[in-house]
C-alpha cells in the first residue's frame, strides 16, 4: 500500500506543477504581454521573461513537491520525484540541443497566448538550467512536507 501513496504523491504532485505553470504563466504574459515577454521583433524570450518564468517554475516545484511529501509521506518519493523531472527535463533539452534551430520568424506586436506558447524560443542553457531547478524546488517542496517518515 505504501508504494500506491508514493505513485499517488509523484503525480499529484507533477499535475499541480504542470496546473501551476500553465496558469502563472499564462498570467505573466498577460501582465507583461509579448514586447515584455520577447526581445523585439522575435520569438526569443526576454530576460524578463527567463528570469521571471524560472522564479514561477521553483514555486511550482516546491508546492508539488511539498504534495508529493504530504501524499506520500516518503522523502524517498519526493527524490523519485525530482529525479524524474531532472532526467525528464534533460532529455527535453538534449531533445532542443541536436534539432534544427526554428526558422526565425518575425513576431508582430500582438500575439495570443496559444501562439506566444507554441513559438516561443527560449536560449539551450535555460532548457539545461530548468530541471535542475525543478528538482531543487520539489527537494526543497518535500522537506517542508512534513508528516510520516519512511
Known amino acids: ?3 500506491v501513496w508514493a505513485i499517488l504523491g509523484v503525480v499529484v504532485g507533477y499535475v499541480a ?18 514586447e515584455g515577454a520577447y526581445q ?8 524578463l521573461w527567463i528570469l521571471a518564468s524560472a522564479i514561477l517554475g ?9 504534495l508529493c511529501k ?4 516518503s522523502r524517498g518519493a519526493v527524490q523519485v520525484f525530482a ?3 531532472l532526467v525528464l527535463g534533460l532529455i527535453m533539452g538534449i531533445v532542443q540541443a541536436v534539432s534544427p534551430a ?6 508582430p506586436a500582438e500575439v ?3 501562439e506566444a506558447m507554441q513559438k516561443s524560443q527560449q536560449p539551450l542553457w535555460v532548457a539545461f538550467m530548468n530541471p535542475f531547478l525543478g528538482a531543487i524546488g520539489i527537494i526543497i517542496g518535500g522537506g517542508l512536507g512534513g508528516g510520516k517518515e519512511e
Open 83 to 85: 529525479g524524474i523531472v
Open 102 to 107: 526554428p526558422a526565425e520568424e518575425a513576431r
Open 70 to 73: 504530504k501524499i506520500s509521506g
Open 40 to 47: 523585439p521583433g522575435s520569438y526569443q524570450v526576454s530576460m
Open 17 to 34: 506543477i504542470v496546473a501551476i505553470i500553465f496558469l502563472s504563466f499564462s498570467t505573466l504574459y498577460l501582465v507583461i504581454g509579448a
Open 58 to 66: 521553483l514555486i511550482a516545484a516546491v508546492i508539488g513537491g511539498f
Open 112 to 114: 495570443s497566448n496559444m
Open 1 to 3: 500500500m505504501k508504494i
